[in-house]
T-cell receptor, first 113, second 114 residues
């Protein structure tokens, strides 16, 4: 089972920031938080990942709470092309050979004009 | 484009036929993963390779499914005697062993079994 919970859907106005929450209360010390998104009928696209520090790249920012039990993905200026299902995934990097990603249902983000 | 590629992108077949999908990973990536995704669900892990060795298989991978990665580069996923329940998007991802090891996905192969 997925180790994360996300709201099933969210709306955002074009040009505004989209803040997507994720709860991962059972995360352990060696587990990273990964975010992917999937635009309709396409393969998942990697967005960002982090361990405990906040991270930023050209696509988004990831804010992880100090206790690491939750995180927020921020799309600073959402566009219509950001409409997609966003998945938050917890995965250890020191888990032997088991590196599979376990996916939940994600958050369906609709960016409205 | 040096990303993960999959072929074909779409496949329609009749129940009982065999189908084969191909995945070409990012060239320096030594790990390759197959996932399956049905409508409205997140992807589900099927199997993964490290170089040419198949190191894990999900219980979802019935005897009708077989995957290979003969030279540690491209991989094939074959489904024999397809059933309507096999209709899904089949996704391939690759990663470079070590460190944080991000998986990068291909566009997927959408299979429809009639």
């Amino acid at each position: 089972d997925a180790k994360t919970t996300q709201p099933p859907s969210m709306d955002c106005a074009e040009g505004r920031a989209a803040n997507l929450p994720c709860n991962h209360s059972t995360i352990s010390g060696n587990e990273y938080v990964y975010w992917y998104r999937q635009i309709h009928s396409q393969g998942p696209q990697y967005i960002i990942h982090g361990l405990k520090n906040n991270e930023t790249n050209e696509m988004a920012s990831l804010i992880i709470t100090e206790d690491r039990k939750s995180s927020t993905l921020i799309l600073p200026h959402a566009t219509l092309r950001d409409t997609a299902v966003y998945y938050c995934i917890v995965r250890g990097w020191n888990a032997g050979n088991n590196r599979k990603l376990i996916w939940g249902l994600g958050t369906s983000l609709a960016v409205n004009p | 484009d040096t990303g993960v590629s999959q072929d074909p992108r779409h496949k329609i077949t009749k129940r009982g036929q065999n189908v084969t999908f191909r995945c070409d990973p990012i060239s320096e990536h030594n790990r390759l993963y197959w996932y399956r995704q049905t409508l409205g669900q997140g992807p589900e892990f099927l199997t993964y390779f490290q170089n040419e060795a198949q190191l894990e298989k999900s219980r979802l991978l019935s005897d009708r499914f077989s995957a290979e990665r003969p030279k540690g580069s491209f991989s094939t996923l074959e489904i024999q005697r397809t059933e309507q329940g096999d209709s899904a998007m089949y996704l391939c991802a690759s990663s470079l062993e070590g460190g944080e090891e991000t998986q990068y996905f291909g566009p997927g192969t959408r299979l429809l079994v009639l």
